[in-house]
């Protein structure tokens, strides 16, 4: 059995439907639903159960011996991403709780850091596990921080020669897209938006530069397909002699730009643009420029060559956005 935090969610549902897919085993998930519609997001799976996250300790206990790993994709919660004690207490708290009870139990423990991490770009992307290089980043959020913080207190446990889970993966993912993301409209990518706006004769418009290296529009991303994130994580899940921080991207960046052209393409239609300033609570904290260094990913094996941005909006827009059912 695989237990899912945050399973409902973009991610965690998606990785729910890879785990079933291909016939891995039982499935139980961990969320809050309230009033939203990310319940839609695992109306298709076959579930063992789904638990609220004050429970989930006392259910952990008592199918520890049925458990083949624990994925914590961060069971989201309704708070406030400003509220810094909140996410202090589920972000690093839970995450922490979560981790030295596969530690005790010897169960693997997959957990979703961020590339935000990264900060403005300036040192680069290098999913590196050493505790220097860690410590050099510097976050722009305090989200990314938080997550920080546990890479850091993770590695440290480790070279303290601490007991540990028998493997452990942290999760730096890039700009995933797919289904499944409609419920989370602050953070959902831009593909959807874009589509429904095509959709009722609108524009949507793209952010403005203030970067003169960049013109409006070209600000870059590494866009990668959530179907391949998912094929990714699961592999490493397959192979329990790997452990460590993973950059889950493709590698090659691609303007916003880009997306919309590829959005209109798959809708064989004329693309159109129009831009708006930055909103000026992301300015001075806004990145021109992410793209994932793979190089680690590559050398442990994982070989597979990654969905290009226009088979991935096509993919998306016809399989998904297009039909009276869009969920996966």
Same mark, same amino acid.
């Given at each position: 059995?695989?237990?899912?935090?945050? !399973?409902?969610?973009?991610?965690? +549902?998606?990785?729910?439907? $890879?785990?079933?897919?291909? $016939?891995?085993?039982?499935?139980?998930?961990?969320?809050?639903?309230?009033?939203?519609?990310?319940?839609?997001?695992?109306?298709?799976?076959?579930?063992?159960?789904?638990?609220?996250?004050?429970?989930?300790?006392?259910?952990?206990?008592?199918?520890? +011996?049925?458990?083949?790993?624990?994925?914590?994709?961060?069971?989201? $919660?309704?708070?406030?991403?400003?509220?810094?004690?909140?996410?202090?207490?589920?972000?690093?708290?839970?995450? &922490?709780?979560?981790? @030295?009870?596969? @530690?005790?139990?010897?169960?693997?423990?997959?957990?979703?850091?961020?590339?935000?991490?990264?900060?403005?770009?300036?040192? !680069?992307?290098?999913?590196?596990?050493?505790?220097?290089?860690?410590?050099?980043?510097?976050?722009?959020?305090?989200?990314? &921080?938080?997550?920080?913080?546990?890479?850091?207190?993770?590695?440290?446990? =480790?070279?303290? !020669?601490?007991?540990?889970?028998?493997?452990? =993966?942290?999760?730096? *993912?890039?700009?995933?897209?797919?289904?499944?993301?409609?419920?989370?409209?602050?953070?959902? +990518?831009?593909?959807?938006?874009?589509?429904?706006?095509?959709?009722?004769?609108?524009?949507?418009?793209?952010?403005?530069?203030?970067?003169?290296?960049?013109?409006?529009?070209?600000?870059?991303?590494?866009?990668? &397909?959530?179907?391949?994130?998912?094929?990714?994580?699961?592999?490493?899940?397959?192979?329990?002699? =790997? @452990?460590?921080?993973?950059?889950?991207?493709?590698? *090659?960046?691609?303007?916003?730009?880009?997306?919309?052209?590829?959005?209109?393409?798959?809708?064989?239609?004329?693309?159109?643009?129009?831009?708006?300033?930055?909103?000026?609570?992301?300015?001075?904290?806004?990145?021109?420029?992410?793209?994932?260094?793979?190089?680690?990913?590559?050398?442990? !094996?994982?070989?597979?060559?990654?969905?290009?941005?226009?088979? $991935?909006?096509?993919?998306?827009?016809?399989?998904?956005?297009?039909?009276?059912?869009?969920?996966?």
């Amino acid at each position: 059995m695989y237990v899912i935090t945050g !399973g409902a969610g973009f991610l965690g +549902s998606n990785i729910a439907a $890879g785990i079933e897919e291909r $016939g891995l085993g039982e499935i139980t998930i961990v969320d809050r639903f309230q009033t939203d519609d990310r319940w839609r997001n695992i109306a298709k799976r076959s579930l063992r159960d789904i638990i609220f996250p004050e429970k989930i300790f006392e259910y952990l206990d008592n199918h520890a +011996s049925r458990i083949e790993a624990v994925f914590h994709i961060n069971y989201t $919660g309704f708070f406030k991403e400003e509220n810094v004690d909140e996410l202090i207490d589920e972000r690093i708290h839970l995450t &922490w709780q979560l981790w @030295s009870w596969c @530690s005790r139990h010897q169960v693997p423990f997959i957990y979703d850091s961020t590339a935000g991490v990264y900060g403005d770009g300036s040192l !680069g992307f290098k999913d590196s596990d050493s505790a220097q290089e860690l410590a050099k980043l510097r976050p722009m959020s305090a989200l990314a &921080w938080t997550k920080l913080f546990l890479d850091r207190k993770i590695i440290d446990t =480790i070279n303290r !020669g601490e007991t540990v889970p028998p493997q452990w =993966i942290g999760l730096r *993912c890039f700009n995933l897209y797919g289904p499944n993301e409609y419920h989370n409209t602050r953070h959902q +990518s831009v593909i959807p938006r874009i589509y429904h706006a095509a959709k009722n004769g609108k524009l949507f418009p793209l952010f403005k530069s203030d970067n003169p290296s960049y013109k409006d529009g070209e600000q870059m991303r590494d866009f990668m &397909w959530i179907e391949d994130t998912v094929d990714v994580i699961l592999w490493l899940v397959s192979h329990p002699e =790997i @452990s460590g921080l993973f950059n889950i991207g493709t590698g *090659c960046a691609r303007t916003y730009a880009d997306v919309l052209r590829s959005v209109y393409a798959a809708l064989d239609e004329k693309p159109e643009m129009d831009f708006m300033d930055l909103p000026l609570e992301i300015k001075g904290k806004y990145q021109y420029f992410t793209q994932a260094d793979i190089q680690k990913l590559r050398a442990v !094996g994982y070989t597979k060559p990654f969905t290009t941005l226009e088979e $991935g909006v096509s993919k998306y827009v016809k399989n998904y956005l297009e039909t009276p059912d869009p969920y996966k």
